[in-house]
């Protein structure tokens, strides 16, 4: 089984739809949890943290589900901008510091 | 302040030599990880140094790839006798601290071996 999976989509909704990416983990003891951006043929960028409570930044919601063991990212109001494959992040908790990232989800937002 | 920078951009080589891939990463930063893309795939962990020390080389898929780090700062990747199947995008990230920091992407090298 895989570290991290998630759906590869691909999504494509229309501009100013709300959309969902949920991910799943392997490793109950995984401690840190991140979504990354990445744009075509771009290095990844840290899109948030993921933290127990659950948190908010602008039209982006993340949601930590550790009984389920399961990350969400909610992305509202959808901009063309947003279009970009998102990539769901887990440590390992075996030494803390290997991070499994998953194969990712591509969304197309359409105008 | 400047971000991760990663040397050559693009590398093509022919099978059976080796390379040599670069990383500056962010100045402060301790922490320093590898990792390679293949086309269409994820991230895949290859090493993960903190100072000049690696203590997780588990990724390093076989003993044609080695890495170092000196003076806590700068990286190298090398791959000796390429092969095709090391055809991918070679990507390094640096963080503050480690652990359960977020980590900050380089711009990658992409290797292509012919």
């Known amino acids: 089984r895989k570290e991290v999976e998630q759906d590869p989509g691909p999504f494509n909704v229309p501009e100013g739809a709300t959309v969902a990416f949920n991910c799943t983990y392997s490793?109950?003891?995984?401690?840190?949890f991140f979504w990354y951006r990445q744009d075509c043929r771009k290095e990844p960028k840290l899109l948030m943290s993921?933290?127990?409570s659950g948190n908010e930044d602008g039209r982006f919601t993340a949601q930590l589900n550790r009984a389920s063991q399961y990350i969400s990212l909610l992305i509202r109001d959808s901009k063309l901008s947003d279009s970009a494959t998102y990539l769901c992040?887990?440590?390992?908790?075996?030494?803390?510091?290997?991070?499994?990232f998953g194969t990712g989800t591509s969304l197309t937002v359409i105008p | 302040g400047a971000g991760v920078s990663q040397s050559p951009s693009n590398k093509v080589t022919e099978k059976g030599k080796d390379v040599e891939l670069r990383c500056d990463p962010i100045s402060g930063h301790t922490a320093l990880y590898w990792y390679r893309q293949s086309l269409g795939q994820g991230l895949e962990f290859l090493i993960y140094f903190q100072g000049n020390s690696a203590p997780d080389k588990s990724g390093l898929p076989s003993d044609r790839f080695s890495a170092e780090r000196t003076g806590g700062s700068v990286s190298t990747l090398t791959i000796q006798r390429t092969q095709q199947e090391d055809s991918a995008v070679y990507l390094c990230?640096?963080?503050?601290?480690?652990?359960?920091?977020?980590?900050?992407f380089g711009p990658g090298t992409r290797l292509t071996v012919t």
């Open positions: 993921v933290y127990s």
């Open positions: 992040v887990v440590n390992g908790a075996a030494t803390g510091n290997q991070f499994y």
């Open positions: 990230a640096s963080s503050p601290f480690g652990g359960s920091y977020e980590q900050y």
């Open positions: 490793n109950s003891a995984s401690q840190s």
